[in-house]
């Protein structure tokens, strides 16, 4: 078998006109040069050169074994050219997956950019609340809220997003404002039938009268007057600057979900990927705070 790198050292060879030059060239000694154009001889069992104290001279069958070699030299080239291109710019296809939520409130906006930006970028959105494999499942990037269970990926925190306990007027006008301590006995709406609340480091475990397993409805249950929900501030921020819904509790935050943009580990993370994540920034900052 005849190694491509021994059949780009003689196009080299050829293109050069000796072996001192060559060496110089691929970062070799004259002697190793010299060394492996002889073996490639003799693996060809063809003489390719004929050698003078001063210069090379081709041979028939090396002239033509040159002009294969040469072209070969040159596919390397331009492939080693075209990989580190590759890598400067942002091309082909970028699959990303999102929150629903997440990805309906702020990220039209972010890829509309991107994409104007980068025209050599195709993007792929997949919006789901479940959380995706990104090796098997083929995505290049995902935004994930709140804490991380995948110690194999590389992350970059973005921000992160402020969760508030919130009513209606109408329900604390039923109700009364209640106490943190007395949640387990009050009208609370959750995801799960089964849900600790915690605030200022004390925890409260309770069954949730309405259990929904969507953000939105879950809101427009508390506007309804339903009961007590906990809402990240991408959902219930407008609420409650309308006073449609009420801050229980304060108004700091009674938790910070982080919000993280994760993708696979690799040592050299693809420019479309670095890219992106970039153009992500801006987005926590709504997510801070309701007021």
């Known amino acids: 078998m005849i190694a491509p790198a021994d059949m780009v050292l003689f196009a080299v060879v050829v293109r050069e006109g000796n072996f001192t030059r060559a060496a110089q060239q691929l970062g070799l000694t004259k002697q190793t040069v010299s060394e492996r154009i002889g073996n490639l001889e003799g693996k060809l069992g063809v003489r390719l050169l004929e050698r003078t104290t001063r210069r090379l001279r081709l041979t028939d069958a090396g002239a033509a074994y040159a002009e294969r070699c040469a072209e070969i ?7 080693n050219r075209e990989v580190q291109r590759l890598q400067a710019e942002p091309v082909g296809l970028l699959r990303i997956s999102t929150p629903v939520l997440f990805g309906r409130r702020y990220l039209a906006p972010v890829i ?6 980068y025209p050599q970028v195709r993007v792929e959105v997949v919006l789901a609340d479940r959380r995706v494999n990104l090796v098997e499942e083929g995505f290049d990037l995902a935004i994930r809220v709140g804490p991380l269970d995948d110690s194999s990926l590389r992350v970059h925190k973005l921000g992160g997003g402020a969760v508030y306990y919130v009513a209606s007027p109408g329900f604390l006008k039923r109700h009364g404002m209640p106490t943190f301590g007395a949640l ?7 995801m799960r039938p089964v849900e600790t609340w915690e605030l200022g480091g004390k925890q409260e475990k309770l069954e949730p009268w309405l259990v929904v397993n969507d953000l939105e409805m879950l809101c427009e249950a508390a506007v309804a007057g339903v009961g007590i929900a906990r809402l990240p501030a991408l959902v219930c921020q407008q609420p409650v600057r309308e006073r449609r819904l009420e801050l229980l509790f304060g108004r700091k935050p009674a938790m910070t979900q982080d919000v993280s943009a994760v993708f696979p580990s690799r040592r050299h993370l693809p420019p479309k990927v670095r890219l992106f994540i970039e153009a992500l920034a801006p987005l926590t900052e709504p997510l801070a705070r309701v007021v």
Do not use: N
């Not at 387990?184 to 959750?190: A, E, N, P, V």
């Open 73 to 79: 030299a040159a596919r390397i080239e331009e492939a």
């Open 112 to 117: 509309s950019g991107f994409m104007t930006r």
């Open 184 to 190: 387990r006995q009050s009208r609370c709406l959750g």
